[in-house]
């Protein structure tokens, strides 16, 4: 993943709430082929541009905006390009507080991926666009894209690593391409009587216990129990916990977002 940032002046100190701002009217855009929308106006044309472009992620999608401005009450500025009356591109963002001091802007906050979505060049420079002036409006520290790849001209940070594998269709093959030394811990927990189960919301509590408690040993601050609880809420199958006991008592616990042809645990 590649942070990209457009650094800024002086910042200056405005308070967040948990309730989206409408973009510029659309006729204010310079490009005037190209007009921009905010998330709420954009309703299900967001999602599914999203789920048709090859760089769309998780985290671009609508109900996980929805979810982090409920949750930490971050205000929203997220807003799409049309052109021709369809989406041409969409850009998740939020006005999110800096220390010591100030504000930034951030695509997107609390998420491992984010930054502009488009569809080609002048949709992608009409939502950078549209970024900076916000930006320099709001007078914020910077804005961060959290994209994969670096955005021609902006300064780009490659300091977090995503670690993919593929998923093959049978069970005997996905242990197969686990190391040794992990298939053999894999066996031991099977044959040590350790039961699971999947499911949602009835599971929260085991979970958080568990997330909370390993997180916080690890030095990691901990997300709020209404952050898993909103995006159970939005993603209904998409969103789900599994659970591991060892004699009815929880030991092991895994929140799971489901994305297209991809598992994100």
């Known amino acids: 993943m590649q942070a990209s940032r457009k650094d800024f002046g002086e910042p200056s100190s405005i308070s967040a709430v948990g309730t989206e701002v409408a973009s510029?009217?659309?006729?204010?855009?310079?490009?005037?082929?190209?007009?921009?929308?905010?998330?709420r106006e954009a309703g299900k044309a967001w999602d599914d541009f999203v789920v048709r472009q090859p760089g769309g992620t998780f985290f671009h999608r609508?109900?996980?905006?929805?979810?982090?401005g409920r949750t930490f009450g971050y205000r929203s500025h997220c807003f799409a390009a049309w052109r021709g009356g369809r989406i041409a591109g969409v850009l998740p963002?939020?006005?999110?507080?800096?220390?010591?001091?100030?504000?930034?802007?951030?695509?997107?906050?609390?998420?491992?991926?984010?930054g502009p979505l488009a569809d080609g060049a002048d949709s992608l420079d009409t939502l950078l666009r549209h970024a900076r002036s916000l930006g320099?409006?709001?007078?914020?520290?910077?804005?961060?894209?959290?994209?994969?790849a670096p955005l021609e001209g902006l300064a780009a940070k490659d300091l977090?690593?995503?670690?993919?594998?593929?998923?093959?269709?049978t069970a005997d093959e996905n242990m197969a391409a686990i190391p040794r030394n992990q298939r053999r811990s894999i066996r031991i927990g099977m044959r040590s009587g350790l039961t699971s189960e999947v499911g949602r919301e009835e599971l929260l509590d085991c979970f958080y216990a568990l997330y909370s408690h390993s997180v916080r040993n690890?030095?990691?601050?901990?997300?709020?129990?209404?952050?898993?609880?909103?995006?159970?809420?939005?993603?209904d199958s998409e969103c789900r916990i599994l659970l591991v006991r060892r004699d009815g008592r929880p030991v092991a616990a895994v929140l799971t977002l489901f994305s297209g042809d991809e598992v994100l645990p």
């Open 62 to 68: 609508a109900g996980w905006q929805r979810a982090i």
């Open 24 to 39: 510029p009217s659309p006729d204010d855009t310079p490009d005037r082929a190209i007009k921009v929308g905010t998330l």
């Open 93 to 114: 963002l939020f006005q999110v507080p800096t220390l010591p001091w100030g504000h930034a802007l951030v695509s997107a906050p609390q998420a491992v991926y984010g």
């Open 136 to 148: 320099e409006s709001l007078r914020v520290r910077y804005i961060e894209y959290r994209n994969m």
């Open 218 to 235: 690890l030095g990691t601050p901990v997300f709020p129990r209404s952050l898993f609880l909103n995006l159970l809420a939005e993603f």
């Open 160 to 169: 977090y690593v995503t670690f993919r594998r593929p998923i093959f269709p």
